[in-house]
């Protein structure tokens, strides 16, 4: 654990991110008490803003996402004194200095940077913030994504960013690993003793993550097309997902310890290439249709012109060690599905002999589904015997046992993602950030699934808007006997 910060030096602080998730965060943990006493939060974007100009922004996007309830007067006013703005061109490092001035001593005392910003700009607004001092042994840089589009641009990233912050100081960020659900899968695997037993290919058949979303291209054209479902959300969000699911038990709970084990996970993930790319992936496209009973458009009309991008994707994958040996990973992610929904499915194995087959009764495996979005749920399946005489024979039931993270902690804020992820950054809590060889594993697998489709001249297959894919991802797994959990 760092230094806690005395200043937060919030790139794209005009930017959509900023007003849907970032503000109202900080806004959450300052009404909370959370936020040190002192600390004071500079935004810097091109937009040309002052001080009150920058404070009406965010009493706006306070305004737009936070439930009017919680606006206290007393306490936003609070948190926008807190607030200060400096106008910056990111590409040009001569103006770095008046963010020096800015943020005063706290460069030298306490001092972290979130990162918003292009791609492009990363090695420019690193070199400003070196040659403007921000730098220095107590600054930490947070990193939004994207980082690269294959191993070597992502490399070039890394490399730019570590050659002025050290790895102890670089924060990059998934936000998924903020989301409660996805923090309770350590409590619930290493917590109790009644999963990790059965936590391995003994007693797990399957496992399925899914990351469902209704939406389109909703104004992100230029980025998800030169990207793809591929690399959008399976690379980052779903094998960090992977990675919590298939780990061994850290030694204990500390950043290095958990994101070790998360390393061996993607370093132990066997390669799809050519050989294999077309049997154990499938991509697709949307065409129009309809989602929520209103007609949508096809992919290719959103973005005005034909493409061979994947909105699409569905994988088989395992993990190659003592652990997971033979236990299929089914990995699916698509735009304009049914529903919006993200989960994890553990598909245990079915009792190994059923004493009431006699009985004319049909027992079923036990299931464990963690929803991580929309909302937060645990559940878990059970056989048990249905009330009755049982003149005909016993009849079985399964029965859900739920853990609806809203009404077993009624009593407490379910928070945005980003406030855990803020506040750690603040606190200098590196445990839920990604480390450079995570990220660089994950990029390793996913550039030979890309190179196995080029390879065999795989493109993406069409489906209708509103379904679950194109039928060669319902294929993919009930050739194995596996139904997805639609």
Not at 217 to 231: A, I, N, P, W
Not at 380 to 394: F, N, S, V, Y
Request: glycine fraction near 8%; hydrophobic fraction near 45%.
């Amino acid at each position: 654990m760092q230094h806690p910060a005395d200043a937060l030096l919030l790139f794209g602080a005009t930017g959509d991110l900023a007003q849907r998730m970032l503000l109202p965060s900080l806004f959450g943990l300052d009404a909370d008490g959370l936020l040190p006493p002192g600390l004071v939060i500079v935004g810097t974007a091109r937009s040309v803003l002052d001080d009150a100009g920058f404070r009406a922004v965010a009493q706006q996007a306070l305004a737009d996402h936070i439930d009017a309830d919680r606006l206290v007067p007393d306490v936003v006013t609070r948190f926008l004194d807190r607030l200060r703005y400096v106008a910056v061109d990111a590409s040009d490092p001569e103006q770095f200095v008046t963010l020096a001035d800015a943020v005063g001593d706290a460069a030298r005392t306490g001092l972290s940077i979130f990162l918003s910003t292009a791609p492009s700009l990363f090695g420019a607004t690193i070199a400003g913030l070196n040659r403007a001092g921000l730098s220095g042994p107590n600054v930490r840089l947070a990193l939004e994504k994207p980082l690269g589009a294959d191993l070597a641009s992502s490399r070039i990233i890394n490399d730019a960013v570590a050659a002025v912050f050290p790895e102890e100081r670089t924060f990059r960020i998934d936000h998924y690993l903020g989301k409660e659900t996805v923090q309770n899968l350590l409590a619930l695997r290493f917590a109790n003793t009644l999963f990790e037993p059965l936590w391995n290919a003994t007693g797990i058949d399957h496992v399925q993550i899914t990351v469902a979303e209704t939406v389109g291209l909703e104004g992100r054209t230029g980025y998800f097309d030169g990207s793809g479902s591929l690399r959008d959300m399976l690379q980052n969000h779903m094998l960090q997902l992977l990675a919590l699911v298939a780990m061994e038990p850290p030694a204990q709970f500390d950043a290095t310890a958990i994101r070790d084990e998360k390393v061996k996970v993607l370093r132990s993930l066997r390669r799809i290439g050519a050989g294999d790319a077309a049997r154990n992936s499938v991509i697709g496209q949307y065409g129009e249709g309809a989602v929520a009973g209103q007609p949508v458009a096809g992919y290719a009309s959103e973005l005005g012109r034909a493409s061979s991008t994947e909105t699409f994707v569905a994988i088989k994958a395992h993990v190659d060690n003592w652990r997971w040996a033979g236990v299929p990973f089914y990995l699916r992610t698509g735009k304009r599905m049914p529903s919006r929904h993200s989960e994890i499915v553990i598909q245990f194995k079915p009792v190994p002999h059923s004493i009431f087959a006699t009985k004319g009764a049909v027992t079923q495996p036990n299931r464990l589904l963690i929803r991580l979005q929309p909302a937060e749920n645990i559940r878990l399946t059970m056989m048990t015997k249905q009330p009755g005489l049982d003149r005909d024979g016993i009849r079985l039931r399964e029965v859900p046992l739920d853990i609806g993270m809203a009404n077993a902690f009624a009593d407490t804020r379910r928070r945005i993602a980003y406030e855990r992820l803020m506040l750690d950054l603040i606190e200098g809590d590196p445990t839920l950030f990604v480390r450079r060889d995570e990220v660089e594993a994950q990029w390793e697998w996913i550039d030979g699934i890309r190179a196995g489709w080029a390879a065999n001249g795989m493109e993406p297959k069409p489906y209708a808007a509103g379904t679950w894919g194109p039928s060669a991802a319902i294929a993919l797994t009930e050739r194995d006997g596996v139904t997805w959990n639609d």
